[in-house]
């Protein structure tokens, strides 16, 4: 089974960026699209980006798509989502996930799924 390991998170300002990096063993990562996630409070868990592997397509989220983008490092089999322009409504848990092959912004797709980390976005 692949696992992942989500880091990167912490407290910005609006407007601010972060980079979160999701690592990736178990697994063929060549073979991988991963996907990020986020949870705010109270809310469900949403899609924000993928990347797949197989052919490098990424896709984004409407409410994220010219301020994210994701990325993907082969080497060191991490999944990066460089995030500019945070809004406050952004704070959310942000999780990574991967499946075989095709990605999705879909939850219910994914078979396996990092721990999480916190992006908190206020004054």
């Known amino acids: 089974e692949a696992q992942l390991v989500e880091s990167g998170g912490g407290s910005v300002q609006p407007g601010g960026s972060l980079r979160l990096s999701c690592e990736v063993s178990?697994?063929?990562?060549?073979?991988?699209?991963v996907g990020w996630f986020r949870q705010a409070p109270g809310e469900g868990r949403q899609g924000v980006s993928f990347?797949?592997?197989?052919?490098?397509?990424?896709t984004y989220s409407d409410a994220v798509r010219g301020r994210f983008t994701v990325s993907s490092d082969k080497a060191k089999h991490t999944v990066y989502l460089q995030m500019n322009s945070l809004k406050r409504e952004e704070t959310a848990v942000y999780y990574c996930?991967?499946?075989?092959?095709?990605?999705?912004?879909?939850?219910?797709?994914?078979?396996?799924w990092g721990q999480g980390t916190k992006v908190t976005v206020s004054s």
């Open positions: 996930a991967a499946r075989r092959w095709q990605g999705t912004l879909s939850t219910l797709m994914y078979n396996y």
């Open positions: 990347i797949s592997n197989g052919d490098g397509s990424t």
């Open positions: 178990g697994f063929d990562f060549r073979d991988l699209a």
